[in-house]
């Protein structure tokens, strides 16, 4: 595993919330992982659906979202928030996994609409026919629900461009954290980055690193409960992921939190 030693230094020092708990333990053991969540019968017959399309089972492997599924801790009944959706790849393999008594939004930014129109709701809609599935288009600052709305909140691989976008960090933590309910978790997955950089110039590189995303979670008051890393040799985790040869083969992690169970901040 590579050394973090320099970073979670800085994480211990500059979060005084980080102080009042014990870092979860980082797991590298990845194909142990897979085996684990595959055991899962509800995650399995998720990952075997065949209304799914072609092009969204193909990514399953490149993105071992079954290690995904079972982080989030997701359940059948679950109301669960998709930050950041874009296709809705996540979202229906939640919105499976919750069935008909659960409920799944899908948030895209309006940017992102504007780029790519493909993932408007209207356009969606004529693909995506799961009867639990919503769509929010919200700005990152604008993004917000009732309180206790969600079980569980997933980010997956966007988190950095909240930066990107000129969001707000502080402020979107806030707000997810009161949308949980007590219990409820936050999953983040995204692309490594070296912990030395600044937080912009790694968002440059359309990276965060897992150490930033921690500090951030735990100053809004969340228990910070899993860490799970994937290495890659082809990564140095200070160039751009789109870079030919480092393109889906990036360093990249899995962190979940937790609001507490009394529903109050951690401090």
Partial sequence: MKLRA??????????????????????????????????????????????????????????????????????????????????????ILFSNLVGPKGHVDIHNTPSWISQFPWVAEDKQRKVIKNPNVGWLALSWNDLDAPADSYDVVVMGRVYHDVLVESGDYELLNSRVFKMLKPGGRVLIEDHDADPAMRADQQASLHRISHENVAKQLMEAGFAYTDLIVFESKADNQKTDVFRPGVKGRTDHFIAVFQKPLDGKPLR
């Fill in 6 to 91: 320099i970073g979670l230094a800085l994480l211990l020092a500059a979060t005084p919330a980080a102080m009042a708990q014990t870092m979860p333990a980082p797991r590298a053991d990845i194909a142990e992982l897979r085996k684990e969540a595959l055991a899962d019968p509800a995650i399995k017959a998720v990952l075997q659906d065949e209304s799914r399309s072609i092009e969204m089972r193909l990514k399953d492997d490149a993105r071992n979202v079954e290690i995904i599924l079972k982080a989030s801790k997701a359940k059948a009944g679950d109301r669960v928030l998709d930050v950041g959706s874009i296709g809705g790849y996540l979202a």
